[in-house]
Antibody, heavy 118, light 112 residues
């Protein structure tokens, strides 16, 4: 059974750095073609793709946010970490991590709501 | 970026009746491997999204066969043959042929 769970702060002040961790089980990020991505959803809005990391450390980023995003993995801990620098209230959203295989996001975490406010 | 445009944005349906959601991409989503990199996701209220359809027409594991996907060029369609109460929620198309992966605006399906 594949599970993913996001963790991190629920409240972050503007200009700070947000660090989110995705802890997963039931698959290996070493397996070819497998990746973990981050997608977010502002309250009442649509989904927005942020970043993706593969087992070979290949990373992909949303160009509009690339300067502020970093995605890394710790294979030994089965974790993927997303950092977002210089956050703004518009970054308020539910952040999801998802397991990508066979060119689709097959399994998603429950999501974690992050509010950016002073 | 590839723009994904869904229609309608709101879809009231009577239980037992069919439903159809359209998604148009601003560019071809056809990969050199012959597959369209187009997925459909369903998000129940208060829950995480779940994949329904991938490669434009492949049903994901565990998805009821009343759901089907089709493609014609840059036009994609999700069809529900007979809507049930549990189908209430938001439906999103998403392309992953190019980075950034992009989603449609979402279609809200509600029961009449």
């Amino acid at each position: 059974q594949i599970t993913l769970k996001e963790s991190g702060p629920t409240l972050v002040k503007p200009s700070q750095t947000l660090t989110l961790t995705c802890t997963f089980s039931g698959f290996s990020l070493i397996t070819g073609g497998v990746a973990v991505g981050w997608i977010r959803q502002p309250p009442g809005e649509a989904l927005e793709w942020l970043a993706l990391i593969y087992g070979d450390d290949k990373t992909l980023y949303s160009p509009s946010l690339k300067s502020r995003l970093t995605i890394t993995k710790d294979t030994s801990k089965n974790q993927v970490v997303l950092t977002v620098t210089n956050v703004d209230p518009v970054d308020t959203a539910t952040y999801y991590c998802a397991h990508r295989r066979n060119s689709n996001y097959q399994n998603w975490g429950q999501g974690t709501l992050v509010t950016v406010s002073s | 970026d590839i723009v994904m445009t869904q229609a309608p944005l709101s879809l009231p349906v009577t239980p037992g009746e069919p439903a159809s959601i359209s998604c148009r991409s601003s560019q071809s989503l056809l990969h050199s491997n012959g597959y369209n990199f187009l997925d459909w996701y369903f998000q129940k209220p208060g829950q995480s999204p779940q994949v329904l359809i991938y490669f434009g027409s492949n049903r994901a594991s565990g998805v009821p066969d009343r759901f089907s996907g089709s493609a014609s060029g840059t036009d994609f369609t999700l069809k529900i043959s007979r809507v049930e109460a549990e189908d209430v929620g938001f439906y999103y198309c998403m392309q992953s042929l190019q980075t950034p992966h992009t989603f449609g605006q979402g279609t809200r399906l509600e029961i009449k």
